[in-house]
Each structure stands twice: as structure tokens, then as C-alpha cells.
């Protein structure tokens, strides 16, 4: 850093992050990411994930709602790519075009860049093929997720979400190893307080890092810190209106015992439904938590004691209400309405009627407790960010998940690519 000044300044190294640092930096501009986590060394197991998940540091319990909702966050190098599904359906298409955002050159280049391809039948576990049968003989559709993983490398753990190990599937850590080649600086460690604003114009960003204060100057900066950090961050900088409007794509798990079949063998969510998405607000997709310390966060003892080689689960993932918020100390309201609520049971049922026909032990079903993990909508467009993605700061843009206009109530990382090379394109012409 050397005290020098930045073309760009990119706070988070997520999907819009990494995306922006890459494509900036090859475009020639002198850019710095600050990722307020570390570059992990260790993917791939429950005592792993917990250093750099979100958790309490007493009771290594994941970070909630105020209403008691389970908000899974991750803070590290790469965001929550590192511990995604590798899902890459786009969302929003509709709802941002009306914004102005025509994304198609850039989602194709996106999918292009990840490989993004239907998950190889080969990768499906017996399981997701019991589960597929049995939808298809109740008239649904499960077909296979489209997926940034490589089918090659993939070891079917089945522990997408704990981080991949293999190298399997595409992270943001591809696109930010791509900007350090471009000449890209990253410093790790150091979490952003504020952000620098002088005649209505910001200038920088003040932070804390492991030497104490920082302060760095640039002349433009974007905020990549995601739907609950972004929006803390701007609330700081004297943007009052941002933390609002908070969604979090609610979702249950729905389990059920079998005498032998299982989710174990498979990358996570390989299969999708999507035939409820505008109707009802959901979709659903084969699941199971496999560590038993997640299924007893997220259920409790019953949880703990399923048993994980005879599990099978389908995941209902809907269109939450936004009517949550995120408040400057970083605490969270997030509620889950009457209409949450319906549109959770509506996929459950669902998913309880595939599980019975697949041939779970009676009386064996379970659901889990409402939970999230694709925060956003706390800098939304048209409210806090415009059709630039600018706020009302000059030189101060947003690209993450909290501009999004409304849930998706599907994986979002694929459009947030996309938005981020739309914003790199604007930035640098």
C-alpha cells in the first residue's frame, strides 16, 4: 500500500468483489481489495468451517436474527462462493431489466468462465435418483442444477457447503488469484468501518487491521461486503436509508429415515425444481446436512440423532418478505411473516409427499427450523443505489447481494457476477 492513492477500492472479495478486482485489473487500473477475513489454508470439515463461518465464539452456534432465524454467513477471502452449492441458475432477470440491467452478454461470459454446465448424471447419488423417481411418479419435475463444478475433480463428499478440498468447483478465489496476476493488491485482516466522504464525494475508506487503524485513500469506491455487511458500512458513511428491506431466501430442510438410501455421495443440491418458483414463491432441491452438529443447530437433539447414512431431505428455498433490517451495531431483525410461513409449508408438503413416495420409514419426517444464507436487498436499487449501482455519494458504488430489488429465492452468486462485470465495463470506460 505505501500510503499511495487507488484508482479502485473494492471492500469484500466475494462474487462482486473478486469480479470487479479482475476485471478492473485487466483493464490497467491500480486496484486494492480489503477482505476483512483471512485466505484459509483448510476447506473441507465442521471443525474447518467453524473458523470461518459466521458463529458465536463461546458457543460456536451460527449467528441469528433477533427472531431466532439462522443467518449462515461466511467471513473470508472469496465470500460465500468458497461454501457454496455451486449452483448457477440466474435470477432476477426480469426484475433488473426493469432497472435497466440487460445482463445476457455478461451472464454468458460468466457461465463461459465457470464452466457452468447441468450437474453429470454420474455425480448423482442413489438417493437423488430415488428422489427423482418419485417426483417425476407424483407428476413433478427434479432435473439436474446447473453447477460451476468440474466433474472431474469432484470426490462426491457431499460437504459442498464446508468448502471444497478438490478444487472441484469455481470460487471467487479463481477470479481473485486472476487479479493478482493483473497486478491487484489484497490486504486481508482489516475490516472496513466507514467509508471517507469529502464534498459529497467519497474518498477512501477508514478500517481497522491487525496494526490497528488504517486509512486508505482511493477515488472510487465499491462496497462488496454483502447484504449484512455492506449495509453497516454505508449506515456509517451517513447513508441512513441503507440496512433496510433485508430478505435472506428463507429455506427448511425436510428429512426423512430409509432403510438404507442416503445423500452422502453427491455434490449438495444436484437436483432442482422449479416449477413453483413464480406461483408459489419456492423451489426444491434434494439436501442433507450432513455433519450431525449442523442438523442439531438447525433442528435440535432430533437433529443429532438422525441417522445420516439411511437420510434422505429435500430443501425448500422460497421468496422471503423484506422485511428485515440491519442495524449499525451489525444486529439483525429478520422475521418470518405469514406469508414466509406459507410458502415454507407449501414446500414442505412437497417435499414430505416426494419423501413418502421414495420411501421413507413412517413417521420418520422432520423439518428444520427457518434459516437463511443469501442476504440482500439492504441497499436495493432504486432505493439506496441507482441504475449505475452508484449511491448517493458520488464515487461510492455497491455490488453484492444488497442491491438486489427483491428475494430471488434461488442462488444468486451467478447474477452477482454478472452485475459486477456490467459495473467493471462501466467504471473503467
Not at 67 to 77: C, F, K, P, Q, S
Not at 203 to 228: F, H, K, Y
Not at 269 to 286: C, D, K, Q, W, Y
Not at 335 to 343: A, F, I, L, M, N
Request: some cysteine; overall charge positive; charged content about 25%.
Amino acid at each position: 500500500m505505501d500510503g499511495r492513492k487507488y484508482d479502485f477500492l473494492v471492500v469484500g472479495s466475494g462474487a462482486g468483489g473478486a469480479t470487479l478486482a479482475r476485471e478492473l485489473g485487466k483493464r490497467g487500473k491500480e486496484v486494492l481489495v480489503v477482505e476483512r477475513g483471512k485466505r484459509e489454508k483448510k476447506l473441507g470439515t465442521f471443525k474447518d468451517a467453524l473458523g470461518y463461518f459466521d458463529v458465536n465464539r463461546l458457543t460456536k452456534t451460527p449467528v441469528k436474527s433477533k427472531e431466532g432465524v439462522i443467518l449462515w454467513r461466511t467471513l473470508m477471502a472469496g465470500g460465500s462462493t468458497v461454501v457454496s452449492c455451486g449452483n448457477a441458475t440466474p435470477c432476477l432477470q426480469d426484475e433488473l431489466a426493469d432497472f435497466g440491467f440487460t445482463l445476457g452478454k455478461e451472464l454468458a461470459e460468466a457461465k463461459s468462465e465457470m464452466k457452468v454446465s447441468p450437474i453429470a448424471r454420474g455425480l448423482l447419488s442413489e438417493g437423488s435418483e430415488r428422489i427423482m423417481r418419485a417426483a417425476e411418479a407424483l407428476g413433478y419435475e427434479m432435473e439436474p442444477m446447473p453447477k460451476f463444478i468440474d466433474p472431474a475433480r469432484c470426490k462426491k463428499c457431499g460437504n459442498c457447503v464446508l468448502g471444497c478440498p478438490h478444487g472441484a468447483k469455481w470460487t471467487a478465489l479463481d477470479y481473485l488469484a486472476e487479479a493478482e496476476q493483473e497486478g491487484v493488491e489484497i490486504l486481508y485482516g482489516t475490516s472496513i468501518q466507514r467509508v471517507l466522504v469529502k464534498n459529497g464525494k467519497a474518498r477512501g475508506v477508514m478500517g481497522v487491521g491487525p496494526r490497528g487503524q488504517v486509512e486508505i485513500l482511493s477515488d472510487t469506491v465499491i462496497l462488496c461486503a454483502g447484504g449484512l455487511g455492506t449495509p453497516v458500512i454505508l449506515q456509517h458513511s451517513g447513508i441512513e436509508e441503507a440496512g433496510k428491506g433485508l430478505f435472506v431466501d428463507l429455506f427448511v430442510n425436510t428429512y426423512g429415515v430409509t432403510e438404507g438410501l442416503n445423500l452422502m455421495r453427491e455434490p449438495a443440491t444436484a437436483l432442482v425444481n422449479h416449477e413453483f418458483s413464480e406461483s408459489r414463491g419456492f423451489i426444491l432441491s434434494p439436501y442433507v446436512n450432513i455433519p450431525r452438529m449442523v442438523r442439531f443447530m438447525e433442528i435440535g437433539p432430533r437433529g443429532f440423532t438422525l441417522p445420516t447414512r439411511r437420510l434422505l431431505g429435500i430443501m425448500t428455498k422460497s421468496k422471503d418478505e423484506p422485511v428485515g433490517q440491519v442495524y449499525p451495531d451489525g444486529t439483525v431483525s429478520k422475521p418470518v411473516t405469514k406469508g414466509d410461513w406459507e410458502r415454507l409449508r407449501g414446500g414442505s408438503t412437497i417435499a414430505r409427499e416426494i419423501l413418502d413416495r421414495a420411501g421413507v420409514e413412517d413417521g420418520s419426517i422432520t423439518v428444520s427450523r427457518p434459516q437463511g444464507c443469501h442476504p440482500g436487498g439492504t441497499a436495493a436499487v432504486g432505493r439506496v443505489v441507482d441504475e449505475n449501482l452508484q449511491t448517493r455519494v458520488d464515487n461510492l458504488f455497491v455490488c453484492d447481494g444488497s442491491v438486489f430489488p427483491t428475494s430471488p429465492g434461488m442462488p444468486p452468486i451467478l447474477t452477482i457476477v454478472a452485475l459486477a462485470k456490467r459495473l467493471a465495463k462501466t467504471l473503467a470506460s
